[in-house]
T-cell receptor
Framework: GAGVSQTPSNKVTEKGKYVELRCDPISGHTALYWYRQSLGQGPEFLIYFQGTGAADDSGLPNDRFFAVRPEGSVSTLKIQRTERGDSAVYLC??????????????FGPGTRLTVL | RKEVEQDPGPFNVPEGATVAFNCTYSNSASQSFFWYRQDCRKEPKLLMSVYSSGNEDGRFTAQLNRASQYISLLIRDSKLSDSATYLCVVNSFYNQGGKLIFGQGTELSVKP
């Protein structure tokens, strides 16, 4: 079946602009995660959703970052007033659920964001 | 101090070699442990979970020492296709999926 998909695959924007990154999880997966990976580093947790609600948003770096998942499926990560330091690969992952014993997280290919 | 620390490498080894990666974690409440593999410009993929009793999957052996907060991965008989970055990962909550905490990754390059 289809894996996690993310669009766009690449996004180049100018400092100060607003961007939206989209994640389409594996069908039937109720948990959805966003991570950010800078060059030479491991992925860094941003936020995760169980269903429509954000269960843990402790990784969002500041209030310029916001994510939604209104219908419990597709999620959008929104970044306002982008800064050069926001340049990274934004990874989305999904799992069957986040409740109970650990469920494997499956990652999408990521969106490479470049802020000029 | 980072919550999960790894030697970034790179490790350059010949085909057939045995290579070991180490990782330490700082949060003693961590409950689940994993090794992920990430190929260049690709997404991370789960390689194997790590259990206190140690576990093996073919040429790969993972060990966990909770007392020392130390995780290891051993790769025997390295193949060219093993070249990738290996990420040590912990999950702090036992009965929740929750967030994964990644180390910075150890790069492995297997040469002919």
């Amino acid at each position: 079946g289809a894996g996690v998909s993310q669009t766009p695959s690449n996004k180049v924007t100018e400092k100060g602009k607003y961007v939206e990154l989209r994640c389409d999880p594996i069908s039937g997966h109720t948990a959805l995660y966003w991570y950010r990976q800078s060059l030479g580093q491991g992925p860094e947790f941003l936020i995760y959703f169980q269903g429509t609600g954000a269960a843990d948003d402790s990784g969002l770096p500041n209030d310029r970052f916001f994510a939604v998942r209104p219908e419990g499926s597709v999620s959008t990560l929104k970044i306002q007033r982008t800064e050069r330091g926001d340049s990274a690969v934004y990874l989305c992952a999904s799992s069957l659920t986040s409740v109970g014993s650990y469920n494997e997280q499956f990652f999408g290919p990521g969106t490479r964001l470049t802020v000029l | 101090r980072k919550e999960v620390e790894q030697d970034p490498g790179p490790f350059n080894v010949p085909e057939g070699a045995t290579v070991a990666f180490n990782c330490t974690y700082s949060n003693s409440a961590s409950q689940s442990f994993f090794w992920y593999r990430q190929d260049c410009r690709k997404e991370p993929k789960l390689l194997m979970s790590v259990y206190s009793s140690g576990n093996e999957d073919g040429r790969f052996t993972a060990q966990l020492n909770r007392a020392s907060q130390y995780i290891s991965l051993l790769i025997r008989d390295s193949k060219l296709s093993d070249s990738a970055t290996y990420l040590c990962v912990v999950n702090s909550f036992y009965n929740q999926g929750g967030k994964l905490i990644f180390g910075q990754g150890t790069e492995l390059s297997v040469k002919p």
